[in-house]
Every structure is written in structure tokens, then in C-alpha cells.
């Protein structure tokens, strides 16, 4: 499983007194420990990427705000926690792929505008998710159906 992937990943970084790294698995651990408990469930693998995914579109944003206000030091240290988080992401889709399972899904959906976009979006999610910034698969889908 993911998360214990994680876990055995932070016990690594103790021992190696990678205080950085450990920082940042902590915060993953934490984050998917907080859904848990909200949730009174046990995430599994699709759910830890959810969160993940969650967490890098935070750190994203965050990038975007201190590039704007010129505080690289702290963009440099989201930069590193991004690295850390797609670590435990799968493989990033190329635009290749991308398309022909947003073709496949409008297709089996048979969208032809803007209301279906919800039907293909709940394809393409679980096929997409932390494998593609969901926000860019959104786009892709609302050209392709306006158009």
C-alpha cells in the first residue's frame, strides 16, 4: 500500500536524520491521518492520492503566490515539498495519453456540450487522478465540448 510506503519512507528519512524530507512526509502522513479520522475510514491507495493530489495543487498555488511576491526562499522550500509529494505519485500522463482517454470518454459518454461535462469528468477522474492536474483536464474538456 501507498501509505505504507510512506511510513517505511519516513522511518528511512529518521535514520538518515533527513530532517527536510521528514518534515514533508510528516505533513503527508498528517494530512492523510486528518482525512481518516474525519472520514472514520482507512484511505486506501486511491483515496491517498487524492489527498496528495490536493497537496500539490496547494503547493502550486503557493509557488505562484511567492514567485509573484518575490520570496523565493519560500517558493524554493514548496519546490522541494512538490518533489517530495510526486515522488508517491504515479507516473505523470503524457499529452498523448491524456487525449485519447478524453476522446475515449467523451465517446462512451456520448457528450456533445457543456452539461455533459460532469459525466466525463467522472470517468476520466479516477483514470486521471495524480496523474494530471485535474484543473487542466477540466480545461481540456470544456474546449473540447464548447467546441
Known amino acids: 500500500m501507498l501509505k505504507q ?3 517505511d519512507d519516513m522511518k528511512t ?3 538518515a536524520g533527513d530532517k527536510v524530507r521528514l518534515g514533508v512526509i510528516r505533513l503527508i502522513l498528517a494530512a492523510v491521518k486528518q482525512r481518516e479520522v474525519d472520514e472514520r475510514i482507512e484511505l486506501d491507495d486511491a483515496q491517498v492520492l487524492v489527498v496528495l493530489d490536493k ?3 496547494q ?3 503557493s509557488i505562484t503566490q511567492y514567485a509573484a511576491a518575490r520570496r523565493e526562499d519560500l517558493a524554493d522550500v514548496e519546490r522541494f515539498e512538490v518533489t517530495v509529494i510526486q515522488h508517491y505519485l504515479p507516473t505523470a500522463l503524457t499529452e498523448a495519453e491524456l487525449t485519447a482517454l478524453l ?3 467523451i465517446a ?3 457528450a456533445t456540450a457543456m452539461n455533459d461535462m460532469g459525466k466525463v469528468m467522472a470517468i476520466l477522474r479516477p483514470q486521471v487522478q495524480g496523474r494530471a492536474d485535474m484543473g487542466a483536464v477540466s480545461t481540456l474538456i470544456k474546449q473540447r465540448l464548447a467546441s
Open 13 to 15: 528519512a529518521m535514520k
Open 55 to 57: 497537496m500539490l495543487k
Open 59 to 61: 503547493r502550486r498555488d
Open 5 to 7: 510506503q510512506i511510513q
Open 108 to 110: 462512451s459518454t456520448g
Open 103 to 105: 476522446d475515449a470518454a
